[in-house]
């Protein structure tokens, strides 16, 4: 098992590397100006001498991609040509915020998704099974930027039910100020005893929450109920049966904890997959996390911020993949051998 | 042999009707892209602005209502799937002239050239394939030929690892070292066995990918990094009409319908194939 997590994690950092050298190379090589960006477009020549030097862009490739690693492992990842703030402050900032929406939204999927799954499991072939199915389908191919937009006409311009966009109401958050201890508004609001603002927090974070669980959630109905029915197959269920025990003790507690072993790697992955998703999400619902902040970086070209989120989403996603592969080789034997 | 093969395949496909929806929404795309210029019903309206029309409710003579500029939203649609349609053919192409031949290469000569091949493509895709093609069009500049070729750039490595195990395993197969033996050049063995021999998962490989890259292209063209105005591309129009929507429904619904519409239909096929192309597949319960 060491070896097997040592060979893993070498290869990862390997990865890595390579991942923040694309990165760089793409910010660098493909002709974009970010002196022009920098200085303005007024400048003279010598200010744009001068703020080449600065930004260290007269230096070769490979000492000005040492440097900007050698930053970044000290957690300096360059500035923002358009905040002119330092861009993991920035990224701090938001990221709580996306992270919040993304956890909220996979606990939609979960809480919904092994439920149908062991549903359609246990009367496979019947309606729930069906349903399940075209909701699946149709959960993959729907754009879920205008899955969003549809949620916002529906539910909030038809309906009246929740608010358009936001994180909170703009007037709650001046009279209810929610204190920042974590930067995830419910769980602030909630342990400051806010339940004003909690409320609110609440309502606003529904609407892009269902919008980002409507994937997740048919991927993991079908691979609760592909493992219900590997693990249903099996000898012991039979056994259990013939010992009298009830279908629903059976499905929930002899075949649903075996499992899910599967399905909780592939959230894992979800999780990365979320990640991305909201770039898409929080541009239609003005949530301001980190999608937010990015999608303005890639209108303004703002390449240290594209950069760095860059790097930092595909290390995340690295880092998600290298804990399924243990967890899938510490639960099966065969593949740490192999 | 060839007759009864295909038979068989109709029979199959017959007997799968999500596969069969699937494969006539495609064809029924195919003959609107085709013939766009009879389907739609303003065919020289579609960037023509008609002011005094403009944010016309669905009518019988607008039945996808009129957009912002007043241009028909029914005759833009059809004319987007022409764009969603090339999109897909063109990014796809792309992505196999790299793909493929690196794949072959990689498996069919092994040991360092294969080492260094396999881990750039485990690199591009260690990238979400969407943050990939937004950051290279961003860098590019946004219009719609660099989105293509944005995503081809991050989809080649699945090509190139498929022709890759297909090659090794066919490398070692007895009828390709008995060509060998009989002096059958690389190029013929490449050619005649592995290529023809990966042709089955490549193209189930492209169905299942061809509602994947449309997808991508729309999501980047809403965010404005993909087609530009006043192209009438799916996922532009719904960009656009984020403006209007809460007023005017049906600007945004409608494009978005029909890129739920195509990518089902595509995933649809892709996985018809899938279970139809490969039989170890179809035995294992779904």
Known sequence: ?338 | MVLHEIRHTLRLIRRNPLTLTGLSIVSLLVVVALFAPWVAPYPNDINTSHMANKLQPPSLAHPCGTDELGRDVSSRLVFGCRISLQIGFLTIGLSLLIGVPLGVIAGYSGGKVDEIIMRVSDMVLSFPSLLLAMAITAMLGPNLQNAMIAIAISWWPWYTRLLRSEAISVKEREYVAAAKAIGASWRRIVFKHVLRNSLTSLIIQISVDFGAVIMTSAALSFLGLGAQPPTPEWGLMINIGRDFFLSYWWIVTFPGVAIFVTVLGFNLVGDGAREILDPRLSRRGR
Not at chain 1, 94 to 105: K, N, R, T, V, W
Not at chain 1, 192 to 214: D, E, K, Q, V, Y
Not at chain 1, 285 to 312: E, H, K, Q
Request: a positive charge; aromatic letters at 10%; glycine letters at 8%.
């Open chain 1, 1 to 338: 098992m060491a070896v097997y997590i040592i060979r893993r994690v070498t290869l990862a950092l390997v990865v890595m590397i390579g991942v923040s050298i694309i990165a760089f190379l793409l910010a660098r090589v493909i002709p974009s100006d970010p002196v022009g960006r920098w200085v303005g477009l007024r400048a003279k020549a010598e200010q744009r001498e001068k703020a080449r030097i600065e930004l260290g862009l007269d230096k070769p490739l490979y000492v000005q991609y040492f440097r900007y690693m050698k930053g970044f492992v000290r957690g300096d990842w360059g500035t923002s040509l358009y905040t002119h703030q330092p861009v993991l402050r920035d990224l701090a900032t938001h990221l709580p915020a996306s992270l919040e929406l993304i956890f909220f939204g996979m606990a939609i999927a979960l809480l919904l998704g092994i439920p149908l799954g062991t549903l359609s499991a246990a009367k496979s072939g019947g309606i729930v099974d069906h349903s399940s199915r075209v909701f699946s389908l149709a959960g993959i191919a729907l754009p879920t930027f205008w899955l969003a937009m549809i949620f916002q006409l529906v539910l909030f311009k038809q309906l009246h039910l929740f608010p358009l966009a936001g994180r909170i109401k703009a007037i709650t958050g001046i009279l209810h100020p929610i204190k920042h201890i974590t930067g995830f508004n419910l769980f602030d609001s909630l342990i400051t005893g806010n339940f004003t603002a909690f409320g609110s927090a609440f309502m606003h974070i529904i609407l892009p929450g269902i919008t980002l669980a409507a994937h997740p959630l048919g991927l993991i109905a079908r691979m609760t109920r592909a493992t219900m029915l590997e693990v249903l197959g099996e000898d012991y269920i039979r056994t259990a049966r013939s010992c009298g025990i009830g279908e629903v003790r059976i499905l929930l507690i002899y075949a649903l904890r075996n499992a899910l072993a599967p399905v909780l790697t592939i959230c894992a992955l979800l999780f990365a997959f979320s990640l991305v998703e909201t770039f898409l999400i929080e541009s239609v619902f003005t949530w301001p996390g980190l999608g937010f902040y990015t999608s303005n970086a890639i209108l303004t070209v703002d390449y240290p911020v594209i950069m760095g989120v860059t790097i930092l989403i595909s290390f995340t996603y690295i880092f998600l993949n290298l804990i399924v592969d243990i967890t899938q080789a510490f639960l099966d034997p065969r593949i740490r051998i192999s």
